[in-house]
Every structure is written in C-alpha cells, then in structure tokens.
C-alpha cells in the first residue's frame, strides 16, 4: 500500500472511530473487547506460579502471548474501513470518560460527597476514596481525566496511525495489564513488571504530547497554554509513572491548581481549589483538545489524497518518459 494511501485510511478509520465513539459509547462489559483482556489477564494470574523469578518470566510471556493473540485476531479482521473503524471505536474511550467525570462532578454540585466518592473509587481512579474531601475527589477526577486522554485516547490513536488495529490492540492489553498487574505489592511486583515496563516504553510519546496537546487547547480558552506546558516540563517528573505526570501537571497548571495525592506526589502551584465548577473547565479543555486531535486527522485524510495523487502523477510522469 502507498504511503499517501495508508495515512488517508488510517486517518479515515480514526475519524470513523472517534464519531462512534462519541454516538454510541461503550457496550456492555460482558461484550468489550478490554473486559475480555481482562478475563484473559485474570486466567494467567490464577495460573501464575508462586515464585518471584517464575512470576517475572510468566508474567511476560503471558503478555506476549496476549500479543500475539489480540494481534492475530486484529489481523484477521475484514479490511473494510467500516468494519475497521467500528474495532477501532470499541478500543477508544472519550465518552465513557468524559460522562464518568460528568458523574462526579454533577455529585460534587449537589452536595452529594458519599456519591461522588463511590462515582470517583468505581469508573476512575484505584485509590481508596471513602475518606477523600470534596476537593481532593475534584482534583482526583480532573487527574484521572488528564492521565486517561492519553491512555484512552491519544496513545491508542497514536498505536493506530502507526501500526494499524493490530498495534492498537496489543497497546490496549499492555495498558490494561499494567492497570491490573502493575502494582508495587508482593503479589504482583514481579508478575506486573515487565507490562509496566512495556506500558511505560510504549506510553513515552503519547503521554508528552498529550501534555502539548493540552497546553494547546488551554491557550485556545484562556492564554494559559504556555503556563501549562511549563507546569508539565517541571512537574511531570513528581510522579512514580515517568508518563503519567505529564498530562496531569499540565492540566493542573492549565487550571491554576495544584493536583495531589496523599503521601505520593503535588503537581502545579496554583492557588485555586479543585471543585466541580473546575471539573467542567477541565472537561472543556478536553473538548477542545479533542477538536484539536479530529483536525488534524482530517488533515491526515487530505494530505494522503494529496500525496497519493502526486505519487501517481509522478508514476505517470515516468512510464511516460
């Protein structure tokens, strides 16, 4: 396949995704491709063995062995644009993310703190949540919304420009295994370590353009941009991941903020408070940054047609002479 023509039918099955994405949201879990990476990471965990050296070897070759099933499986799959692009939107999550910080937020105006700590601790974030305030859920939900436009979003796009549906899956269940084995606990220190360490190769791109991409968009809304990103180029390095900082330091700096973790980490220095009125200004900025992603996917679109028509004109040109 050209050059010209990959990237306009790469960019095409994006779009096409995204706008699922955005129409129809998720299917039932028992149906989500990500839920089934899921049975099939619990399945190796069961089978792990006990000791640390064995958990570390088996650990990667299960995830290998994930690979190269969800690449073959994604591989196989008819070709057509329509069909690649409704895979592709199964593997995308801007609306499910966008409506479960929603759900937090519109908790958090009614006063509802117990609902919006449930909300918080069961869609976005693994930490406990039953003794957070109302500011640090606010500023939870706003992280959570910043680290996962990278995993959720960007990085799994980023996958697909680059490799096609096979790369996008095999980057999906690497996250989703970092997710569910990537812990520093006895159980999973060695399982999980070779996913996380895949999960943070894979993740070192998307997640510093995500942070452009979000500097970006806050200098489209309010002239912060350049704040943003300087917030993210000082403060990314606070956090464990040497990704996930990233997003979240420019989102804090692009709300004049500073998002915290108990005992963990402090990104930005701002001065205003997280509260749900800060949670919509955040979920505005993704919107835009979104709007941001979909131009330039059409551009994409246009400029393979462009360089599809001039490789031919040159061929042309050529078998002529």
């Known amino acids: 396949m050209m050059i010209g023509e990959a990237i306009r039918r790469r960019c095409t099955i994006a779009l096409l995704a995204l706008a699922l994405d955005y129409v129809l949201g998720d299917p039932p879990n028992r149906l989500h491709p990500v839920s089934l990476m899921g049975h099939w990471l619990r399945l190796g965990e069961r089978l792990a063995p006990a000791t640390p050296l064995a958990r570390l070897a088996w650990g990667g070759g299960w995830l290998y062995g ?23 939107s199964l593997l995308l999550a801007y609306r499910g993310l966008d409506r479960a910080v929603a759900g937090v ?22 930490r406990p949540t ?12 706003i ?5 996962n436009l990278n995993d959720s979003i960007i990085a799994p796009l980023l996958a697909l420009l680059v490799g096609g549906l096979p790369a996008l899956a095999i980057y999906r269940l690497t996250n989703t295994a970092d997710a569910m084995w990537g812990y520093r606990t006895e159980h999973y220190e060695y399982l999980g370590k070779i996913a996380a360490r895949c999960d943070d190769a894979f993740n070192l791109l998307p ?16 002239r912060r941009g350049w704040y943003a990103w300087q917030t993210a180029l000082r403060d990314a390095r606070h956090t464990a991941s040497p990704n996930a900082g990233w997003p979240m330091a ?30 919509r200004r955040a979920r505005r900025i993704v919107q835009v940054a979104m709007v ?29 002479g």
């Open 292 to 320: 941001i992603v979909v131009s330039g996917l059409w551009i994409g679109v246009c400029a393979g047609v462009w360089i599809r028509h001039a490789t031919t004109l040159h061929l042309d040109a050529t078998l002529k």
């Open 66 to 88: 994930g690979w190269w099933l969800v690449g073959s499986v994604a591989s196989h799959l008819p070709r057509h644009v329509p069909v690649q692009g409704a895979c592709v």
């Open 143 to 147: 992280e959570s919304l910043a680290e």
């Open 250 to 279: 420019a989102m804090a700096g692009a709300l004049d903020t500073v998002l915290t973790k108990r005992d963990h980490y402090a990104l930005g220095d701002g001065d205003c408070i997280p509260d749900a009125a800060m949670m």
């Open 105 to 126: 937020e519109q908790a958090l105006r009614t006063g509802d703190l117990e609902e919006a700590r449930r909300l918080l601790g069961w869609h976005l974030v693994s």
């Open 130 to 141: 039953a003794d957070l305030s109302a500011a640090e859920v606010a500023g939870a939900a």
């Open 207 to 222: 997640a510093r353009l995500t942070a452009l991409l979000l500097a970006l968009a806050t200098h489209l809304i309010n």
